[in-house]
């Protein structure tokens, strides 16, 4: 515990738990009914001709965007879609932006008392605390969607759809992804001393970089820019299907993730506060 209050404030992450924990239950709550709510549309008959027809109708480029392969609507396909869905992926990608600007660009705007107290401990706690918070709120969030596919398999009788191990793979890849997006937040928010500017960069450049990933999946000219989309390592479908490539996605991750923590720990620890 000692070495813990080295790198974090215990003090801070209550503070910040108390004032977000409400927040996070409603995510759960949203991740776990949306990825049973896919489920049950994949067990019921009728719905799933309804959305096998409508899956027919769309164009090439749409089904290229969204990374389904083939003519015809594959379950566990649809299933990993649940955990891209722009809905989805918009909530996830607000959890950062939110906690980092307002737990480190708004301190150093107010010059609130916790700030004050980063003189007593050491700095990168401010940051530090607030990416052990997010952290921690993306492991229960993706818990909670698992567990919807999960228990959505396992009241439905999905077995032949669903497979856990996949599953497992998709909400693994998709908290080391939001893991990084986090820590370029973080270090987004260390830059600035008014949260509305962190905020703007923060959305801005994630915004971009969904954009940027959809017009290269439209764009076959410039399909060979994929590796160097962020939102390209983030593709629950491709997993289903085996098109990820986990070699390059995963390490690629982990060192954008240390990378932007690092930096994001340097820059606050010689900034002005």
């Given at each position: 515990m000692a070495a813990l209050n080295n790198y974090i404030s215990l003090h801070h992450l209550k503070r910040i738990f108390k004032n977000q924990h409400k927040i996070i239950l409603l995510v759960m709550l949203f991740g776990f009914l949306v990825e049973f709510l896919f489920t049950f549309i994949l067990s019921a008959s009728a719905i799933r001709k309804f959305a096998e027809s409508y899956f027919k109708l769309l164009p090439p480029m749409v089904k290229q965007m969204t990374g389904f392969l083939g003519e015809n609507l594959v379950g566990s396909q649809f299933?990993?879609?649940?955990?891209?869905?722009?809905?989805?992926?918009?909530?996830?990608?607000?959890?950062?932006v939110a906690i980092a600007s307002r737990y480190i660009t708004a301190e150093l705007e107010n010059r609130s008392i916790e700030l004050l107290s980063s003189r007593l401990l050491p700095r990168h706690a401010v940051v530090l605390t607030p990416?052990?918070?997010?952290?921690?709120?993306?492991?229960?969030?993706?818990?909670?969607?698992?567990?919807?596919?999960?228990?959505?398999?396992?009241?439905?009788?999905?077995?032949?759809d669903i497979q856990p191990f996949i599953l497992l793979k998709i909400a693994l890849t998709g908290l080391l992804f939001f893991t990084a997006i986090s820590t370029i937040t973080l270090y987004i928010s260390t830059l600035?001393?008014?949260?509305?500017?962190?905020?703007?960069?923060?959305?801005g450049i994630i915004?971009?970089?969904?954009?940027?990933?959809?017009?290269?999946?439209?764009?076959?000219?410039?399909?060979?820019l994929k590796p160097y989309s962020l939102f390209n390592w983030y593709q629950p479908v491709n997993i289903a299907t085996g098109q990820y490539n986990f070699e390059i996605g995963i390490?690629?991750?982990?060192?954008?993730?240390?990378?932007?923590?690092?930096?994001?720990?340097r820059h606050f620890n010689h900034r002005d506060l």
């Open positions: 299933i990993a879609f649940g955990y891209t869905h722009p809905a989805v992926l918009f909530i996830l990608s607000f959890i950062p990416f052990l918070f997010i952290l921690l709120s993306f492991l229960t969030v993706f818990g909670a969607m698992l567990s919807g596919s999960l228990l959505g398999r396992l009241i439905l009788d999905m077995n032949e600035f001393s008014e949260r509305g500017k962190a905020l703007a960069w923060s959305s915004l971009f970089a969904f954009v940027f990933d959809a017009i290269i999946r439209l764009w076959d000219q410039i399909a060979f390490p690629l991750l982990a060192l954008l993730s240390s990378g932007f923590l690092s930096a994001a720990v």
